[in-house]
């Protein structure tokens, strides 16, 4: 029962969320309260995002990152994340005098990553797997995410006057893409960056640059585009990708646990 529950929980977290949200509304419209509307923007930019991460670490293999690095992970990766991107960004922008959208996605994925790769060199426990760091990564990614459909719906708010049609407009369409966007480019990254670090060698840098390489390009076209059937296939191939990985790399996490030996992957691949 255990098992099941923490299987569904991203469903329970998902339904209190939207309830919640929901109340706020209610309240917002009632009261005309700015409190309400600020608290509408938190929730509505948390809900999927918490969601996922809920989903993505009861099906990576056992529960098994806690909730400390979890919440590590999230907060100051969406903190650290969205400094360091504004910053990279401002800096580029001044010295260019143009920003490439492809900078925009170099430099986004990037700063997403400084948190799992710290949480990485000073997490002191072993084994870790690539589960672990797709965990992680999408709980940096959903810290990002968030707080950047934050300061989107506040432009939002300020550049229509106060309406709180343009809000609810930012809030549900970056909600609802967020777990196809930036929560699945950072899992998959991170899970290849742990990877990495558990056995090394030419393959596993191969395939952390190609993962990374991936990820930005996904990016890129999902900033480019803009049409409503391009985010849809751009969001399936995210989405397929990292559930991919779960399934790929869910053996690899018990059987380290359950017998204490050697880490071994899917495919017989032994790490230290």
């Given at each position: 029962?255990?098992?099941?529950?923490?299987?569904?929980?991203?469903?329970?977290?998902?339904?209190?969320?939207?309830?919640?949200?929901?109340?706020?509304?209610?309240?917002?419209?009632?009261?005309?309260?700015?409190?309400?509307?600020?608290?509408?923007?938190?929730l509505?930019?948390?809900i999927?995002?918490?969601?996922?991460?809920?989903?993505?670490?009861a099906?990576?293999?056992?529960?098994?990152?806690?909730?400390?690095?979890?919440?590590?992970?999230?907060?100051?990766?969406?903190?650290?994340?969205?400094?360091?991107?504004?910053?990279?960004?401002?800096?580029?922008?001044?010295?260019?005098?143009?920003?490439?959208?492809?900078?925009?996605?170099?430099?986004?994925?990037?700063?997403?990553?400084?948190?799992?790769?710290?949480?990485?060199?000073?997490?002191?426990?072993?084994?870790?797997?690539?589960?672990?760091?797709?965990?992680?990564?999408?709980?940096?990614?959903a810290?990002?995410?968030?707080?950047?459909?934050?300061?989107?719906?506040?432009?939002?708010?300020?550049?229509?006057?106060?309406?709180?049609?343009?809000?609810?407009?930012?809030?549900?369409?970056?909600?609802?893409?967020?777990?196809?966007?930036?929560?699945?480019?950072?899992?998959?990254?991170?899970?290849?960056?742990?990877?990495?670090?558990?056995?090394?060698?030419?393959r596993?840098?191969?395939?952390?640059?190609?993962?990374?390489?991936?990820?930005?390009?996904?990016?890129?076209?999902?900033?480019a585009?803009?049409?409503?059937?391009?985010?849809v296939v751009i969001?399936?191939?995210?989405?397929?990708?990292?559930?991919?990985?779960?399934?790929?790399?869910?053996?690899?996490?018990?059987?380290?646990?359950?017998?204490?030996?050697?880490?071994?992957?899917?495919?017989g691949?032994?790490?230290?």
């Amino acid at each position: 029962m255990a098992t099941v529950g923490r299987r569904w929980a991203w469903l329970v977290v998902l339904l209190v969320g939207i309830a919640l949200y929901l109340l706020v509304l209610l309240a917002l419209v009632t009261t005309r309260n700015v409190i309400f509307l600020l608290l509408l923007i938190v929730l509505g930019a948390s809900i999927a995002p918490a969601a996922f991460l809920t989903f993505a670490q009861a099906r990576s293999g056992g529960w098994r990152v806690p909730g400390s690095i979890v919440t590590v992970a999230a907060v100051f990766g969406g903190v650290i994340g969205v400094a360091a991107a504004g910053w990279l960004e401002y800096d580029t922008l001044r010295r260019l005098g143009v920003l490439p959208i492809v900078y925009v996605g170099l430099i986004e994925e990037a700063a997403k990553l400084v948190v799992p790769a710290v949480i990485l060199l000073l997490w002191r426990r072993r084994p870790r797997s690539p589960s672990d760091g797709l965990v992680i990564g999408v709980a940096s990614g959903a810290g990002f995410a968030a707080l950047e459909t934050m300061g989107y719906a506040l432009r939002a708010l300020v550049t229509s006057k106060g309406s709180l049609g343009a809000v609810e407009e930012v809030l549900l369409f970056r909600g609802l893409t967020a777990p196809a966007a930036h929560l699945s480019w950072t899992g998959v990254t991170a899970a290849a960056l742990f990877a990495l670090a558990a056995a090394p060698s030419a393959r596993r840098w191969l395939l952390f640059v190609v993962t990374y390489l991936g990820a930005v390009i996904l990016h890129v076209c999902w900033d480019a585009v803009n049409a409503p059937l391009a985010y849809v296939v751009i969001g399936v191939v995210s989405l397929g990708w990292v559930l991919l990985e779960l399934h790929h790399y869910r053996a690899w996490a018990p059987r380290s646990t359950a017998t204490g030996g050697p880490v071994t992957g899917p495919r017989g691949d032994v790490t230290p």
